[in-house]
């Protein structure tokens, strides 16, 4: 099992920088694919950025490559995600989250662990 607890979330101008982490407890963590989901108000939860178990594949949604960073920390059950040059849009709950069945399967969204979310508000 998996347990997942986010933090770093926050207020932050459009232009600015967040930096979230996504604590994870159990032995499966160093297997697992990991990355963040969000979701806004009134829309459905999307895929933003995906990491490998071992850190060597990652996958981000196009709205935020070359914008957000995904990295993990094996040794300190830690997963990031580096926000840089927010805008607006990227207002919403962010949601870690967890697979033991591979970062294609993380992606999809459908059998994963879910941390509780962090909130991420950006003012124009």
């Known amino acids: 099992q998996v347990k997942l607890v986010e933090s770093g979330g926050g207020l932050v101008q459009a232009g600015g920088s967040l930096r979230l982490s996504c604590a994870a407890s159990g032995r499966m963590f160093s297997s697992a694919a990991m990355g963040w989901f969000r979701q806004a108000p009134g829309k459905e939860r999307e895929f933003v950025a995906a990491i490998s178990w071992s850190g060597g594949s990652t996958r981000y949604a196009n709205s935020v490559e070359g914008r957000l960073t995904i990295s993990r920390d094996n040794a300190k059950n830690t997963v990031y995600l580096q926000m840089n040059s927010l805008k607006p849009e990227d207002t919403a709950v962010y949601y870690c989250?967890?697979?033991?069945?591979?970062?294609?399967?993380?992606?999809?969204?459908?059998?994963?662990?879910w941390g509780q979310g962090t909130q991420v508000t950006v003012s124009s």
């Open positions: 989250a967890a697979s033991l069945k591979g970062i294609a399967t993380f992606q999809m969204g459908a059998d994963n662990y």
